[in-house]
């Protein structure tokens, strides 16, 4: 079956970077896209980008340009998000999802349990 | 940036009734929506994609449908276990968005 398990909790300071790593297994690693998706407390799904874990090929939000790198390690089936600078509204959990496949490269049917990042001085 | 309002943002029904959560995209996204479901602590759950394809294991009391910019999620028969948050997503174009949820409450 399908599993995405994630790394542990994290509390980092501004200013700081984190690294979010999400293992895969149940499917082959490399014939589906990693989606990230972040979630502030109390509120809503934002949608951080992608890695084609095949090519390393990425896409990601405007919003997040120069701050997140997404990259992985084929060898250990596993995907990783890194987002420096990191300030105080950086605090949410990050949630690593499957992209469906070629038929929907961008629908996310499998996610990990989360990770809560908090940023705090 | 295509803008998915949802509507109601916060919904209180009873066990057994018929639910119906709108979501409203700022521009045609022909049939590239998805609808997730999530309750407090975990993370979301596939539903619905392409608009009205019920995701595999989901119940049938679960249905989608619109296209263009208006779409819909309904549940024919409220259960306990549906309580929660409801989530839909445009897959038509970069950035990928999404709704701002509507919370599904016990009347």
């Known amino acids: 079956q399908v599993q995405l398990v994630q790394s542990g909790a994290e509390v980092k300071k501004p200013g700081a970077s984190v690294k979010v790593s999400c293992k895969a297994s149940?499917?082959?690693?490399?014939?589906?896209?990693m989606h990230w998706v972040r979630q502030a407390p109390g509120q809503g799904l934002e949608w951080m980008g992608w890695i084609n874990p095949n090519s390393g090929g990425t896409n990601y939000a405007q919003k997040f340009q120069g701050r997140v790198t997404m990259t992985r390690d084929t060898s250990i089936s596993t995907a990783y998000m890194e987002l420096s600078r990191l300030r105080s509204d950086d605090t949410a959990v990050y949630y690593c999802?499957?992209?469906?496949?070629?038929?929907?490269?961008?629908?996310?049917?499998?996610w990990g349990q989360g990770t809560l990042v908090t940023v705090s001085s | 940036d295509i803008q998915l309002t949802q509507s109601p943002s916060f919904l209180s029904a009873s066990v057994g009734d018929r639910v119906t959560v709108t979501c409203r995209a700022s521009?045609?996204?022909?049939?590239?929506l998805a609808w997730y479901q999530q309750k407090p602590g975990r993370a979301p759950k596939l539903l619905i994609y392409a608009a009205s394809t019920l995701q595999g294991g989901v119940p049938s009391r679960f249905s989608g449908s619109g296209s263009g910019t208006e779409f819909t999620l309904t549940i024919s028969s409220l259960q306990p276990e549906d309580f929660a948050t409801y989530f839909c997503?445009?897959?038509?174009?970069?950035?990928?968005?999404f709704g701002g949820g509507t919370k599904v409450e016990i009347k």
């Open positions: 521009q045609d996204i022909s049939s590239y």
């Open positions: 997503q445009q897959l038509s174009s970069h950035p990928l968005t």
């Open positions: 999802a499957r992209g469906a496949g070629s038929s929907s490269w961008y629908l996310c049917d499998y």
């Open positions: 149940g499917y082959t690693f490399t014939g589906y896209y």
